[in-house]
């Protein structure tokens, strides 16, 4: 598996929620509920600041 998970702030409610960069369905921000990405066939389009890289693979 070649990726990394990476640190996503929520635009939202500010919640910092770890996420797979090549994220194959849409994830949501545990908390309000906002879409933090979308699979884009790739690298999936972030919504929000990436805060930071947790794990490189």
């Given at each position: 598996?070649?990726?990394?998970?990476?640190?996503?702030?929520?635009?939202?409610?500010?919640n910092e929620?770890?996420?797979?960069?090549?994220?194959?369905?849409?994830?949501?921000?545990?908390?309000?509920?906002h879409t933090?990405?979308?699979?884009?066939?790739?690298?999936?389009?972030?919504?929000?600041?990436?805060?930071?890289?947790?794990?490189a693979r």
């Amino acid at each position: 598996m070649a990726g990394n998970f990476t640190l996503v702030a929520c635009p939202d409610c500010e919640n910092e929620q770890v996420v797979f960069e090549k994220a194959a369905t849409s994830v949501a921000c545990a908390v309000c509920g906002h879409t933090l990405a979308h699979p884009s066939g790739g690298k999936a389009d972030l919504e929000g600041e990436v805060v930071e890289t947790v794990e490189a693979r």
